[in-house]
C-alpha cells in the first residue's frame, strides 16, 4: 500500500521520497493517524517547519504519549 511506501522510505532516511509521496495523498489519507504521523516526521526531517507543526499539533492532540512524535517535535 501506499502507506507501506510512506513507511519504508522513512525507514531508510529517504525522507523527501516520504514527503513527495505525503503531499500527493495527504487529501485522501489526511485525518488517518498512521499516515499524519508518517507526514509528521517526513515533514520535520524534510524542514518543512509550518506544515510539520500542523500536523504533530493534530496527531498529539488524539496521542499525547507517543513518543516517537514527542521526539520529533522537541
Do not use: W
Not at 525507514?11 to 495527504?26: G, V, W
Amino acid at each position: 500500500t501506499t502507506l507501506l511506501q510512506m513507511q519504508r522510505f522513512i525507514n531508510h532516511e529517504q525522507y523527501d521520497k516520504a514527503y513527495q509521496l505525503a503531499e500527493k495523498l495527504k487529501l485522501h489519507y489526511e485525518g488517518n493517524i498512521q499516515f499524519d504521523k508518517l507526514y509528521a516526521i517526513a515533514a520535520v526531517r524534510t524542514n518543512h517547519n509550518e506544515q510539520a507543526s500542523f500536523i504533530l499539533d493534530r496527531v498529539l492532540d488524539k496521542n499525547p504519549n507517543d513518543s516517537r512524535l514527542n521526539l520529533e517535535y522537541g
